[in-house]
């Protein structure tokens, strides 16, 4: 997994400047709220939007997406101060014995993440592990001075 700490949003639209991407929290958070978000379901190679929770301490957020079935490999996480950004691929896994699905409910493909945090973090401490099907995104929070 690669853990960018310098985000690029240009996969996911045009940024004319960065103080476009101060915004950003609180857009995500209102296209959220309005269900845009959970939309996009085949829009540009997204097959699916994994589930995620955000639970912090004093000194630092924990952000856990659902993800069953992949590798740590098959995740690129980048972060800024304000928003966590993740994209990954879930294939589908080949089995022994030649077999025809004949229903799934199970999503296959891309997924891309904007993540609009609820404080700031520092960027360059962010470390991530994935255990039994959930990817833990580690951010420290900034130090208040």
Known sequence: ??????????????WKSWSQVDHLPHTLRLRSEQGVLGSH??????AFVPNIEIQET?????????????????????????VVFVRGDRALRPTIHPRTTVNSEFRYGGFERVIPLPTQIQKTKVHAEYINGILSIILPKQREH
Do not use: C, K, W
């Open 58 to 82: 004093a000194d630092t957020l924990y952000l856990n997406l659902e993800v069953p079935g992949m590798e740590i490999e098959d995740f690129r996480v980048q972060a800024s101060e304000a």
């Open 41 to 46: 379901q085949g829009y540009g190679g997204i």
């Open 1 to 14: 997994m690669l853990i960018d700490h310098q985000i690029s949003l240009r996969h996911t639209e045009s």
